[in-house]
């Protein structure tokens, strides 16, 4: 009987954790520098979170280097237990984590919290450019490769790199022969563009939403099934100029692997609270995030199956280390 009472007050306990408020001392990693979709990633969370009764605040704090390793080994070795403390990843994370790049860290070396929504690739050129459209660039880099400088968040085989080289693939050009310039974050590709150092930014939508506001970027093509609302509505699909790729991209939080369990189901809580209201769906448009929502143990499975994917097509261009 004592037993039975001791198992029901435990579970009183962890069930009063999970519909707590995650706090008021919250701190959300950028994996990258600022200005990148990883930011804009915490941002959001920053954001729908001060939004929600009793939520607290969350700081941001910047922690870039290896396209997301130092942050990853920096939680899952020296910070692993902390409860009030979400990393930013995307999918170009799960990539890295497909081919090695963490080392021998695996998916299932850390709590996968929330996804806050979706993104896709894109590729964009300067406003000015001499590139009309996706023809025009895929001419340029089939007949003239050397001019064109392509800036990617990462060196080879990151998730910008791998995206140019299956659209330079299905297009009949060899990879090989593009000219990559690796910078540390969107928001510094997008940067160096701007300064024309690099002509193209193989980049993700929800990027080219920040910066297309300005009038400074052209979107030649969004990697999606079908042409994204908003402000990049009049922007064709890869698909529509006859190459057929699609790269969507999560975004979401994830927690270390050594934080109590009542602590990491409060926060799945929370951003199930968190994304079930309209406001944070309109929160997520105004980001250039598409519908995505997954917690817990959906996204742990989900993050471990596409690992698994990513990992097979890592190894048609042999970059699994």
């Avoid at 962890?14 to 001392?25: D, F, H, R, S, V």
């Avoid at 160096?192 to 300005?214: C, H, I, K, W």
Wanted: charged letters at 20%.
């Amino acid at each position: 009987m004592m037993k039975k009472l001791l198992h029901l007050i435990a579970g009183l306990a962890l069930c009063a954790a999970a519909t707590a408020a995650p706090g008021p001392e919250a701190e959300c990693i950028v994996p990258s520098k600022p200005g990148g979709a990883m930011d804009l990633t915490c941002k959001l969370a920053q954001k729908a979170l001060q939004g929600q009764p009793g939520g607290g605040t969350m700081r941001l704090s910047y922690l870039p280097g290896g396209i997301g390793a130092v942050a990853w080994h920096s939680l899952v070795s020296q910070r692993s237990g902390e409860a009030n403390t979400l990393v930013a990843f995307s999918g170009g994370s799960l990539l890295n984590l497909a081919q090695g790049k963490f080392g021998k860290a695996t998916a299932g070396d850390v709590r996968w919290v929330a996804a806050l929504g979706a993104d896709y690739g894109m590729i964009a050129v300067r406003s000015d450019s001499q590139y009309k459209t996706l023809a025009d660039l895929l001419d340029a880099l089939k007949h003239h490769p050397q001019k064109v400088l392509i800036g990617v968040s990462g060196t080879i085989g990151s998730q910008d790199w791998l995206k140019m080289a299956l659209l330079a693939k299905l297009a009949g050009i060899d990879p090989k022969v593009l000219r990559f310039v690796a910078l540390e974050g969107g928001g510094e590709a997008f940067t160096a563009m701007d300064a024309n150092f690099v002509q193209v930014v193989p980049g993700d939508a929800s990027e080219a939403t920040l910066y297309s506001g300005a009038g400074k970027v052209r979107v030649l093509a969004v990697l999606s099934e079908k042409r994204l609302p908003g402000v990049l509505a009049n922007a064709p699909t890869a698909r529509e100029q006859g190459i057929d790729l699609v790269w969507p991209i999560i975004r979401g939080v994830w927690m270390g692997p050594k934080v109590p369990e009542a602590d990491y189901r409060r926060w799945v809580h929370a951003f199930e609270q968190m994304e079930a209201t309209p406001e944070f769906a309109q929160m997520r448009a105004a980001y250039g995030l598409y519908p995505f929502s997954m917690t817990g143990t959906a996204l742990t499975a989900y993050v471990k199956k596409a690992v698994d994917d990513y990992h097979r097509q890592a190894t048609q261009f042999k970059l699994v280390r």
